[in-house]
């Protein structure tokens, strides 16, 4: 309750912006009709300090901190390695399908690798093909000779790759396993040099693998039989006189180190004259090492020897 | 806070603290360096403040700088140098003149109170924290400096 008493702690509130809204009508209600009171309230309320807002502070920007900077990784210098990286692995690449492109390059994939994708995939149906020992391919072959497509006896003959050994193996397995398989009862082995060097040798491959099945029970008719084929393909005999491969692993060649290059011709005897012009040099400088062996050397200023060495 | 928080600050702030230790001491040039010494505090202390207090830390700091320098200088001194310069803000520039001229009969911590509250519209309990008062300290010191305030308006009146 406002009153004679307290009304200046009331005033004071009120310039301080304390009081709440009904202590604000209940002073102007006590003010009011009092003009010494009303005068008294507008010295309080005047003695409020204004801030003067063109007074700014200058020195802002000596206050301000700059943000720490983000920290660089070196990729300026590293740029450039990384491209040139990349440059000498796109011109490797080029060369290299540029050598594949070109007949009679060392990169030429040979037709019968082409063809021994046609003869893996021959093989691997003959593989599925085997549920007992009448239906292997050889057996086929043996049965009906005079209808056997082409691609089936270039399964014989011109297999190169190692995948074909696999379906090999899956048919000499059972061999082991069960006495109903074909190899176990029929497969014999034969080095197809030994068939090569062989006095007897007539004919093509085709032709002799067509007059296999007629020979079924001659042993002697196997070493008349050569086939045109790589020599490291391996051929068997099953008992029944037919012919199938047991291996075909291709030896691996010993090439040199120029011959594994990508380079061709030109190039390569390029390559042999520049051996050639730095082994001569070589020979040069042990020359000039062995004439020097014997030399003395000596300093002089004037007439003075200062050093005197022999090499 | 961060340094982007804290130089945000010295853009909202520093103004308003310049201003405030300027009254509070008097002193244009101690009143820069109270402001460059509380940013100086804030900075060195940011981890622990957080952003929404920093208003009221730079208040505290400059408050117990001003108080600091104000009694190294004694009263005197300050007396003999509180001539502001003419006045260019808003309002009667006569009755401008004469308030300031009653803020200078304060005692530090009082004008330092009443500038809290006319100039930044502090609270209380807000003004008790920046001082290390508590409110009904802050509310009786207040009213005495409405009084004094009131009664040297109340007199230069009735001498003009």
Same mark, same amino acid.
């Given at each position: 309750m406002i009153n004679s008493g307290n009304y200046e702690e009331y005033m004071t509130l009120l310039a301080d912006g304390e009081l709440n809204p009904t202590e604000m009508e209940e002073l102007k209600a006590f003010v009011k009709g009092n003009k010494e009171l009303e005068q008294e309230l507008a010295y309080y309320m005047s003695a409020r300090i204004v801030p003067?807002?063109?007074?700014?502070?200058?020195?802002k920007e000596d206050l301000l901190k700059k943000p720490a900077p983000a920290r660089l990784i070196g990729l300026h210098k590293n740029w450039a390695y990384g491209i040139a990286a990349g440059i000498l692995l796109l011109i490797f690449l080029g060369i290299f399908k540029w050598q594949i492109g070109i #007949?009679?390059?060392?990169f030429q994939i040979p037709n019968s690798q082409i063809v021994k994708k046609d003869t893996t995939q021959t093989n691997s149906k003959s593989k599925f093909e085997?549920?007992?020992?009448?239906?292997t391919p050889v057996a086929k072959q043996e049965q009906h000779p005079s209808t056997t497509p082409a691609p089936q006896k270039s399964v014989i003959v011109q297999t190169k790759t190692t995948k074909p050994i696999n379906n090999i193996a899956t048919v000499e397995k059972p061999k082991a396993d069960t006495t109903n398989s074909i190899a176990a009862n029929t497969l014999g082995e034969i080095n197809l040099d030994s068939l090569m060097n062989s006095p007897s040798d007539v004919g093509d491959g085709e032709k002799k693998i067509r007059k296999i099945p007629g020979e079924?029970?001659? #042993? @002697?008719?196997?070493?008349q039989i050569k086939i045109d084929? #790589?020599?490291?393909i391996k051929y068997g005999w099953d008992r029944s006189g037919g012919v199938i491969v047991v291996s075909s692993i291709e030896p691996k060649h010993k090439r040199n180190f120029f011959a594994r290059l990508p380079i061709i011709g030109k190039k390569n005897e390029g390559i042999g004259l520049v051996t050639d012009a730095v082994q001569n040099n070589i020979s040069k400088a042990k020359q000039i090492k062995n004439n020097l062996k014997n030399t003395d050397v000596v300093i002089k200023i004037g007439n003075k020897e200062l050093l005197a060495f022999n090499l | 806070m961060e340094v982007n928080d804290y130089n945000l600050c010295v853009h909202q702030w520093a103004d308003r603290l310049f201003r405030f230790a300027r009254k509070c001491t008097g002193h244009e040039e101690d009143a820069r360096d109270i402001v460059q010494g509380s940013f100086e505090v804030l900075w060195q202390k940011r981890k622990d403040v957080q952003p929404g207090k920093a208003k009221a830390f730079l208040f505290q700091v400059a408050y117990h700088q001003s108080i600091d320098i104000f009694r190294k200088k004694g009263r005197i001194t300050y007396k003999e140098a @509180?001539?502001?310069?003419?006045s260019t803000g808003p309002g009667n520039p006569d009755l401008k003149r004469v308030l300031e001229h009653a803020l200078a009969q304060l005692d530090e911590q009082s004008r330092a109170l009443v500038l809290l509250k006319?100039?930044?519209?502090?609270?209380y309990e807000e003004i008790g924290q920046i001082t290390d008062l508590n409110e009904a300290q802050v509310k009786v010191y207040l009213h005495r400096a409405r009084k004094v305030l009131k009664s040297y308006l109340v007199s230069v009146e009735n001498i003009i």
């Open positions: 003067d807002k063109n007074e700014i502070y200058a020195g #007949p009679n390059s060392k085997i549920p007992g020992p009448k239906e079924i029970d001659k #042993p @002697l008719a196997r070493q084929s #790589p020599p490291h | @509180l001539e502001y310069p003419e006319d100039y930044e519209g502090y609270s």
